[in-house]
């Protein structure tokens, strides 16, 4: 069921349990959960807590009748919590704090909809999930914590980045877990669990600035190094074709270490690399088999899906590849993502030690 574009997999039980069993207030009064769903966070937080009060939201008005039928000591209220004014005029909100804020918000909706939230008096453009948990932040106590399941997007993309960074500087971001496999029933993103509050002198070793940092695969402060990432998507490139143009190389055409070259042949000079290189893809599941050298004389034209490392000699080029063939849990750490995993340039270049 899908309620306002916005995607419903309710909280399995287990994932629940797991969510709570990291929750570390000796004493929890007025706990909290603003997309309730079939209230799983809650009832863990009950199993946990024993006699707590328990408040939810949630944006359907049917949920909402079956919660309030099946909890009747519940405080539970429909509201469309990413709305200012929705939550202005739902009574169980109104002048109220929580000691713990329990979530799992949508993770997508339709058309990958951006939404704008505030913050410090800053405005970011962020995904649906960032929106429900900055706006939840104004309702913790001042010794409250928040435990959430969260798309690892909100770690690892450029979308929610600049926001997390701004959360970070008030508050203590800790991830608790990063979690792969499948848990939702007909859907599995790649999830963090985090807790977050509010900053005190001690800073956790877990922190959010922690939690993205990247390993470092292969010191190339000292060569001459670059990176690029091709920019002709495959709808474009039919736009280019030309037989006198280059060989155009699409991710599918890295396999077994090498180009499995196709017919297309494109112009396009915005897109095209000279060795010695390294090929890899960008989107997908990490394959070190797809990962090969272009040589000197080599010249292609890359789409959007594949980055080129460009290096001025062979040897140092070779010596990466090396590197990256015999660290492969490293390499493969760099790809991240809620459903399709990617690999960025700032990653990448981190991981090379380029970034100052």
Same mark, same amino acid.
């Given at each position: 069921?899908?309620?306002?574009?916005?995607?419903?997999?309710?909280?399995?039980?287990?994932?629940?349990?797991?969510?709570?069993?990291?929750?570390?207030?000796?004493?929890?009064?007025?706990?909290?959960?603003?997309?309730?769903?079939?209230?799983?966070?809650?009832?863990?937080?009950?199993?946990?807590?024993?006699?707590?009060?328990?408040?939810?939201?949630?944006?359907?008005?049917?949920?909402?009748?079956?919660?309030?039928?099946?909890?009747?000591?519940?405080?539970?209220?429909?509201?469309?919590?990413?709305?200012?004014?929705?939550?202005?005029?739902?009574?169980?909100?109104?002048?109220?704090?929580?000691?713990?804020?329990?979530?799992?918000?949508?993770?997508?909706? !339709? %058309?990958?909809?951006?939404?704008?939230?505030?913050?410090?008096?800053?405005?970011?453009? =962020?995904? +649906?999930? *960032? #929106?429900?948990?900055?706006?939840?932040?104004?309702?913790?106590?001042?010794?409250?914590?928040?435990?959430?399941?969260?798309?690892?997007?909100?770690?690892?993309?450029?979308?929610?980045?600049?926001?997390?960074?701004?959360?970070?500087?008030?508050?203590?971001?800790?991830?608790?877990?990063?979690?792969?496999?499948?848990?939702?029933?007909?859907?599995?993103?790649?999830?963090?669990?985090?807790?977050?509050?509010?900053?005190?002198?001690?800073?956790?070793?877990?922190?959010?600035?922690?939690?993205?940092?990247?390993?470092?695969?292969?010191?190339?402060?000292?060569?001459?190094?670059?990176?690029?990432?091709?920019?002709?998507?495959?709808?474009?490139?039919?736009?280019?074709?030309?037989? !006198? %143009?280059?060989?155009?190389?699409?991710?599918?055409?890295?396999?077994?270490?090498?180009? =499995?070259? +196709?017919? *297309? #042949?494109?112009?396009?000079?915005?897109?095209?690399?000279?060795?010695?290189?390294?090929?890899?893809?960008?989107?997908?599941?990490?394959?070190?088999?797809?990962?090969?050298?272009?040589?000197?004389?080599?010249?292609?034209?890359?789409?959007?899906?594949?980055?080129?490392?460009?290096?001025?000699?062979?040897?140092?080029?070779?010596?990466?590849?090396?590197?990256?063939?015999?660290?492969?849990?490293?390499?493969?750490?760099?790809?991240?993502?809620?459903?399709?995993?990617?690999?960025?340039?700032?990653?990448?270049?981190?991981?090379?030690?380029?970034?100052?």
């Amino acid at each position: 069921m899908k309620i306002n574009n916005i995607d419903t997999f309710y909280t399995p039980p287990e994932l629940a349990e797991r969510l709570l069993s990291y929750v570390d207030c000796k004493k929890a009064k007025k706990v909290v959960d603003f997309c309730v769903g079939k209230g799983e966070l809650l009832k863990a937080a009950q199993t946990k807590f024993g006699s707590i009060e328990c408040y939810g939201t949630d944006i359907d008005n049917m949920i909402v009748d079956e919660i309030k039928g099946s909890n009747p000591t519940w405080n539970i209220a429909v509201c469309d919590f990413i709305n200012q004014l929705s939550r202005e005029n739902t009574t169980i909100l109104k002048s109220t704090t929580f000691d713990l804020v329990l979530l799992n918000p949508p993770f997508t909706c !339709k %058309g990958s909809k951006i939404n704008k939230v505030e913050f410090c008096g800053s405005v970011f453009h =962020v995904s +649906t999930a *960032m #929106t429900f948990l900055v706006e939840s932040l104004r309702y913790l106590s001042r010794r409250g914590s928040l435990y959430a399941i969260m798309p690892a997007s909100v770690i690892y993309s450029a979308k929610d980045k600049k926001l997390v960074t701004a959360i970070n500087e008030k508050y203590e971001i800790e991830l608790l877990e990063e979690r792969e496999k499948q848990l939702f029933k007909n859907c599995s993103p790649n999830i963090v669990l985090l807790k977050v509050k509010k900053k005190t002198t001690r800073i956790g070793d877990n922190s959010i600035i922690a939690l993205d940092s990247v390993p470092i695969l292969f010191d190339a402060k000292e060569h001459n190094i670059s990176i690029f990432r091709g920019n002709l998507s495959v709808h474009e490139a039919v736009k280019y074709k030309n037989s !006198k %143009g280059l060989m155009y190389v699409h991710s599918t055409n890295l396999r077994n270490n090498t180009i =499995v070259l +196709t017919k *297309m #042949t494109v112009d396009k000079v915005q897109s095209t690399i000279n060795g010695p290189a390294i090929l890899l893809h960008r989107v997908g599941k990490p394959d070190i088999t797809k990962v090969c050298i272009i040589n000197d004389v080599d010249h292609y034209v890359l789409s959007d899906c594949v980055i080129a490392i460009l290096g001025d000699n062979r040897e140092t080029i070779q010596s990466l590849y090396d590197t990256i063939i015999s660290k492969k849990d490293i390499f493969y750490s760099l790809y991240k993502g809620t459903g399709a995993k990617y690999i960025t340039i700032e990653r990448l270049k981190k991981a090379l030690n380029l970034c100052n």
